[in-house]
């Protein structure tokens, strides 16, 4: 009977089942993959060698890692291999400054729930001298566009962490530090709403001030201020920008530079001009030469239209005219001489604005007229009767 053998192996075999068993063997199996890949085979002996081999650096490298530990730092979010490298990084400035903010921010969290606990014991006695029961029907479901927006505090900066006393010393730090002064000072009525508007688009919306109308934002408030200050965005789009008068219209008035300003009433008086648009009716000329475009073109116009604001504080233009002038003397000290010092600037605004606001006027009340005619079905009109 003629010997079988394994031409992978280069072996001979006395019998079939020997030869079964050794192509299920890890020799064989092994041979074939460096058959595969264009290598030599290998003996059983050499075979035995590797598989020693591998088989003790597996037992060590399993034994290295259970006998590693590592060691991590919750202010930096970090993990370190060794006690030795977890004390260098103890001791560097970086981990220092993000302790030190910790600390502040930590010492702000407990005022503030000293603040929330007084406050709830002074309001415990009045809620408690009240007997009325509540209804379900008493109780009100808030809307979405009443909820509470996070905003950063008016005596607070609105691109570092800094806590000033007061409305005049955090502008003066803006001012001085981060270069950040309030355009056309001379004509906002409402310095504080201002000042909590653009708290509220940075903190809540995420918003740059100055790159604002791309439509980018950002993860979290801390990284929209470090955008502004390392691009030098401490500042607002305001000059030349049509949004603008859009945007910041609740928080100026121009008609102190108004043209006629001392005949106010007769200007109201005067027709607007509904047919000012173009031939396609998607864009609108104001007086000063800019336009407008419709809001359907907005990817091509780059047009960010936002809703009406409510004003977010009342205004006591007393009060808001003492700030103001606190505000210019401090800004003055700094060398500012007015944002609109030769007056052309604030009179195109001033006109543009008023344009707008009549022209808006004469089309609400135009689509209020048409609005009452078409929904009320029984209307029948009692003009031309005797």
């Given at each position: 009977?003629?010997?079988?053998?394994?031409?992978?192996?280069?072996i001979?075999?006395?019998?079939t089942?020997?030869?079964?068993?050794?192509y299920?063997?890890?020799w064989?199996?092994?041979?074939?993959k460096?058959?595969?890949?264009q290598l030599?085979?290998?003996?059983?002996?050499?075979?035995?060698?590797?598989?020693i081999?591998h088989?003790?650096?597996?037992g060590?490298?399993?034994?290295?890692?259970s006998?590693?530990?590592?060691?991590?730092?919750?202010?930096?979010?970090k993990?370190?291999?060794n006690?030795?490298?977890f004390k260098?990084?103890?001791a560097?400035?970086?981990h220092?400054?993000?302790?030190a903010i910790?600390a502040?921010?930590?010492n702000?969290?407990n005022?503030n729930?000293?603040k929330?606990?007084?406050?709830?014991?002074e309001?415990?006695p009045?809620e408690e001298?009240?007997?009325?029961?509540?209804?379900?029907s008493d109780?009100?479901?808030?809307?979405s566009?009443e909820?509470?927006?996070?905003?950063?505090?008016?005596?607070?900066?609105?691109f570092?962490?800094?806590?000033?006393?007061?409305?005049?010393?955090n502008l003066?730090?803006?001012?001085t530090?981060?270069?950040?002064f309030?355009?056309?000072l001379?004509y906002?009525?409402?310095?504080?709403?201002?000042?909590?508007?653009?708290?509220?688009?940075?903190?809540?919306?995420?918003?740059?001030?100055?790159?604002s109308?791309?439509?980018?934002t950002?993860?979290?408030?801390?990284?929209?201020q470090?955008?502004m200050?390392?691009?030098?965005?401490?500042?607002?789009?305001?000059h030349?920008r049509?949004e603008?008068l859009?945007?910041?219209?609740?928080?100026?008035d121009?008609s102190?530079?108004?043209?006629?300003?001392?005949?106010?009433?007769?200007?109201d008086d005067?027709?607007?001009?509904l047919n000012?648009?173009?031939?396609?009716?998607y864009?609108?000329?104001?007086?000063?030469?800019?336009?407008?475009?419709?809001?359907?073109?907005?990817?091509?116009y780059?047009?960010k239209?936002?809703?009406?604001?409510?004003?977010l504080?009342?205004v006591?233009?007393?009060?808001?005219?003492?700030?103001?002038?606190?505000?210019?003397r401090?800004?003055?000290?700094l060398?500012?001489?007015?944002s609109?010092?030769n007056?052309?600037?604030g009179?195109?605004?001033?006109?543009?604005?008023?344009?707008?606001?009549?022209?808006?006027?004469?089309m609400?009340?135009?689509?209020?007229?048409?609005?009452?005619?078409?929904?009320q079905?029984?209307?029948?009109?009692?003009?031309?009767?005797k």
């Amino acid at each position: 009977m003629d010997k079988l053998s394994c031409l992978t192996c280069q072996i001979s075999l006395p019998s079939t089942t020997h030869q079964r068993e050794h192509y299920k063997s890890e020799w064989h199996l092994y041979n074939l993959k460096r058959k595969l890949n264009q290598l030599k085979s290998i003996t059983e002996d050499e075979f035995n060698q590797i598989k020693i081999k591998h088989t003790m650096d597996v037992g060590q490298g399993q034994k290295e890692n259970s006998n590693e530990s590592t060691f991590y730092c919750d202010v930096c979010g970090k993990n370190f291999v060794n006690q030795k490298a977890f004390k260098q990084h103890n001791a560097s400035n970086k981990h220092v400054r993000q302790m030190a903010i910790a600390a502040r921010l930590l010492n702000r969290y407990n005022h503030n729930q000293q603040k929330t606990k007084s406050r709830d014991k002074e309001q415990q006695p009045e809620e408690e001298n009240k007997d009325e029961e509540f209804n379900e029907s008493d109780w009100e479901e808030m809307d979405s566009d009443e909820e509470i927006l996070e905003t950063i505090p008016i005596d607070e900066c609105l691109f570092c962490s800094h806590h000033s006393t007061d409305i005049e010393s955090n502008l003066t730090h803006m001012a001085t530090i981060h270069s950040f002064f309030i355009p056309d000072l001379e004509y906002c009525i409402d310095v504080k709403g201002l000042l909590l508007y653009l708290g509220t688009k940075i903190a809540h919306g995420h918003c740059c001030l100055w790159c604002s109308d791309n439509g980018k934002t950002f993860s979290s408030t801390k990284s929209t201020q470090q955008h502004m200050i390392d691009v030098g965005h401490t500042k607002i789009i305001f000059h030349n920008r049509t949004e603008s008068l859009l945007e910041f219209e609740d928080f100026y008035d121009y008609s102190s530079s108004y043209p006629n300003d001392s005949k106010p009433k007769e200007e109201d008086d005067d027709e607007v001009d509904l047919n000012v648009l173009d031939d396609d009716n998607y864009q609108l000329r104001l007086p000063s030469g800019a336009i407008i475009g419709h809001r359907s073109l907005m990817i091509y116009y780059k047009q960010k239209l936002p809703p009406q604001q409510k004003q977010l504080v009342p205004v006591d233009r007393s009060k808001n005219r003492e700030l103001m002038n606190k505000i210019q003397r401090g800004y003055r000290m700094l060398g500012w001489n007015g944002s609109c010092a030769n007056g052309s600037t604030g009179q195109q605004f001033a006109r543009d604005i008023q344009y707008m606001n009549r022209l808006k006027y004469k089309m609400e009340l135009r689509l209020g007229q048409k609005s009452n005619q078409t929904k009320q079905t029984h209307f029948r009109c009692q003009m031309g009767f005797k």
